[in-house]
């Protein structure tokens, strides 16, 4: 099951919370949180239900077993069967495929689904059995509560990655708050606009131009197709973010952001301190900093971070480059050091930024490294159709108001025009104004729901990109 999904919006999420909010306690809500997530997951993947029961089961039994008897070794144990699993259901085989490319062999290659969410569920379990063996959480003695953080289906599939020490307190008590609430479902729905209004719209006409022949395609077109790939992957996660992050304020979780205006960036380092925030942070504290950190090796950690990163994101040698390109980009920074990139002019370096992102996303896209590089060729007119042609004005006409909503919507200027508009209802009164902003927003909120839903009636059905991370 999908956000971006009638059913979830009209019969499981109203559903949910009207037995939420019937409990009196919190062990109650808890238990119908718990039901309802178990319910979502095996709405699409029934078979892997129990895989994400038996994580959540075996970093109970082991963080238990660190506490009270503190041997690395059940740390070990834990971490084996952790990213066992991962590299079993994820990577298998991409790496039986390599060796047998490497050494000529005839191995069966495995065909295993991918279980939706498991990078994410994986590194939230593997968060808290090292943070029990660090000492900064105690381990969770009830099944229940841990079975919760790790279920929870607001971030259960596509983040963020939740670590345990920030919603242990939640977990065991927390209380409804209307403005919270408020706020939540104010987010939730920017979060649905932003999938289902921009994102899809973009990703529809991307993949046509990605996707199709490229020796046909025009330098136009090719730059349209990333750009719009660009926005879409922005909008598409950013937006599941906003959604996860909006629903846990109306259960009364509070989720780390994970994104703040990236493509704002005026520096490569700027971006990674604002895109996918929680999966930054956590290897940097739970790999790059054990390593060593910037006090010896720092190069070699930074490599092995961000070669790690890549692979994250998926079984293809795309996204080790990817991850890789990145590395190369800010080590470069590192070495150039900031007081030297202030120096250069503010537009440049928010142009040049922008310009090093996209290339980052045409690697991202293409796992078949032979488009990848026709595609590169196409986009500075060394390969494909030529500078433009008639098909490709046309696209870039009909797509212009959307590329131009995407590049405002990937701004400032949405927050800060509420931010204004807020401002302006606080000072014609207090109450009055508080009375007036909450009833805009209502409206505000129950428009983007009506045209999303419109949206998606007689829609294709369109996962968020990261369900395959």
Known sequence: MVFSNLIFLYLFLPVCLVFYFLCQNIRAKNAVLV?????????????????????????????????????????????VLDLGCLAVFKYAGFFVENLNALFRLSLPVPQIALPIG??????????????????????????????????????LIAGPIVRYS???AQIDDRHFDASEAFYGATRFCVGLAKKVLLADAAGKVASQILDGSLASNTTVAAWLGILLYTF??????SGYSDMAIGMGRIFGFKYMENFRLPYTAKSITDFWRRWHISLSSFFRDYVYIPLGGKKKHRLLNMAIVWALTGMWHGASWNFVLWGLYFFVLLAAE??????????VPYLLRRLGTMLLIIFGWNIFYYTDMTRLVQNFGVMFGLYGA???NAQAGIQLTNNLPLLLLCAIGATSIPRNLGNL???????SGKKGGQIVYAAITFVFDAALLALSTIALVGSTYNAFLYFRF
């Open 421 to 427: 508009f807020g401002g302006v209802c606080a000072q």
């Open 334 to 343: 590192k070495q150039i050091g900031e007081k030297a990139l202030r120096r």
């Open 35 to 79: 039901l309802f997530s178990l319910l979502f997951y095996a709405w699409g993947e029934p078979v892997y239900l129990l895989l994400m029961i038996a994580s959540a089961a075996v970093n109970w039994g082991f963080g238990l077993l660190i506490e009270r008897r503190r041997k690395k070794l059940f740390l070990i144990l834990a971490l």
């Open 166 to 168: 920030d919603v242990a």
């Open 118 to 155: 498991i990078s994410f569920y994986t590194f939230q379990a593997l968060s808290y059995t090292v943070d029990v063996w660090r000492g900064d959480v105690p381990a969770q003695r009830s099944f229940g509560k841990l079975l919760l953080y790790i279920s929870l289906f607001p971030q």
């Open 386 to 388: 030529g500078f433009s």
């Open 232 to 237: 879409e992957i922005y909008f598409d996660f």
